[in-house]
């Protein structure tokens, strides 16, 4: 059965203070692996999409790389501004993303 | 790019009326769009998927004739709630795939519906 599971449940950071999330997969045939941010109350807004083994992408203070059985976004020198619900979700041989519960990030100044 | 607006953003209804909530891609046709229902502090779960112009496919667990589903074109879906109970009170979400080799879901603002 296709799983994400993500760590940790929640996070706290202070601010400048770099840190890793984890998302964990068990997918048959990976077609893709998304990172989205969610904050309260709004739809999830995407991050990166990554699709092989190796690869990484990065967008300000944010960088996600994959590997075959995970994958880390990395946030470096975190701001006030990136506390948020981080979720990661895996599409296998289907339309589906099929979601991580999330890591709920909280940076304090 | 990659817009996906929702509407209404909030609604209140009294048990026993329909609701519908209306999904759109501003600036790319969506081949699929998908229909999620989040709880609180809960992460997102797909309801359903819609092809334009054909059925929807629902998940198993959603009653298809609870929560009928319209993707009458390429930029618009419709997801109503018939006969709505407050159980059914939750943060409805859209998302909007594009054609092409890109897989990438792109997700509306979300619906808050309260179900009195």
């Known amino acids: 059965e296709d799983q994400v599971t993500q760590s940790p449940e929640a996070l706290r950071l202070q601010e400048g203070e770099s840190s890793s999330l984890n998302c964990s997969y068990t997918v048959s045939g990976l077609r893709g692996l998304f990172w989205y941010r969610q904050d309260p109350g709004k739809g999830p807004e995407f991050l990166f999409t990554?699709?092989?083994a190796g690869e990484e992408k990065e967008k300000e203070r944010l960088k996600a790389t994959l590997t075959k059985k995970e994958s880390f976004l990395h946030i470096t020198a975190p701001k006030p501004e990136d506390s948020a619900t981080y979720l990661c979700a895996v599409q296998a041989n289907t339309d589906k993303l099929i979601f991580g519960t999330g890591t709920r990030l909280q940076v304090f100044p | 790019g990659a817009v996906v607006s929702q509407h209404p953003s909030w609604v209140i209804c009294k048990s026993g009326t329909s609701v519908k909530i209306e999904c759109r891609s501003l600036?790319?046709?969506?081949?699929?769009m998908f229909w999620y229902r989040q709880f609180p502090k809960q992460s997102l779960m797909l309801m359903a998927t819609s092809n334009e112009g054909s059925k929807a496919t629902y998940e198993q667990g959603v009653e298809k004739d609870k929560f009928l589903i319209n993707h009458a074109s390429l930029t618009l879906s419709t997801l109503t709630v018939t006969s709505a109970h407050p159980e059914d009170s939750s943060f409805y979400i859209c998302s909007a795939r594009r054609g092409g080799l890109n897989n990438e879901q792109f997700f509306g603002p979300g619906t808050r519906l309260t179900v009195l």
């Open positions: 600036d790319f046709q969506a081949t699929t």
């Open positions: 990554l699709y092989s």
